[in-house]
């Protein structure tokens, strides 16, 4: 099975701090994701990639970046962590485009504070 | 742009008894795929169901079959024989065909409750 793990379950920063949320993936998946889940909003595409070192903009970039400087491995970033990003955060990989579904990390909860 | 409209928040059901969760979308695409996504309590999400909007025929697993009407643009979930584990939120995704298709487009989900 593809596995995609998140490194932290739960996390708390202080506002202002940077912050990073790593994701890693086993199976040799082209595309990677970050999404942040909110009650009543669902979840909302922050970043992906596409390919090694290949990022593109989703519906939320603003206060976030990503690096992927190796396949496996896709890192977001909270530059400046504001109390408005406190959130769940997944992680998600895929072989073929979005076509045959994503693969899910268990997801970070993001506090703030 | 693409939009996904689950209209129940909420929903509960008897265990053993069958619950059809509702998900519309609005598209100009004809080449599309959808599906529902589950996320149990532990917050795992994991795709129950898949659909190829170029295949008239409902895509079932087990216990999970969905009714597909592309020209109303609805895509619901029925789950028969409901199971405590069956709890969780659901989620309705779309995502077009094509080159450069990357992003799945999701519902705000339902959350569906399993009554004992």
């Known amino acids: 099975d593809v596995k995609v793990t998140q490194s932290s379950r739960y996390l708390v920063k202080r506002t202002g701090e940077k912050v990073f949320l790593e994701c890693v993936q086993d199976m040799d998946h082209e595309n990677m994701f970050w999404y942040r889940q909110d009650p009543g909003l669902g979840l909302r595409l922050i970043y992906f990639s596409y390919d090694v070192k290949m990022k593109e903009k989703g519906d939320i970039p603003e206060g976030y970046s990503v690096s992927r400087e190796k396949k496996e491995r896709f890192s977001l970033i909270l530059e400046s962590a504001s109390t408005n990003q406190t959130s769940m955060y997944l992680c998600?990989?895929?072989?073929?485009?979005?076509?045959?579904?994503?693969?899910f990390g268990s997801g970070t909860r993001l506090t703030v504070v | 742009a693409q939009t996904v409209t689950q209209s129940q928040p909420e929903m509960s059901v008897q265990e053993a008894e069958t619950v059809t969760l509702s998900c519309t979308y609005d598209t100009s695409e004809n080449n599309y795929y959808l599906f529902w996504y589950k996320q149990p309590p532990s917050r795992q999400m994991i795709l129950v169901i898949r659909q190829e909007a170029y295949k008239q025929q409902n895509a079932t697993e087990n216990r999970f079959s969905v009714n597909f009407q592309k020209a109303a643009k609805s895509f619901s979930l029925k789950i028969s024989d409901s199971q405590l584990g069956d709890t969780a939120m659901y989620f309705c995704?779309?995502?077009?065909?094509?080159?450069?298709?990357?992003?799945?487009?999701f519902g705000k989900g339902t959350k569906l409750s399993v009554i004992p």
């Open positions: 998600a990989s895929s072989l073929y485009g979005g076509l045959d579904g994503y693969t």
């Open positions: 995704a779309f995502i077009r065909s094509g080159a450069g298709s990357y992003q799945l487009t």
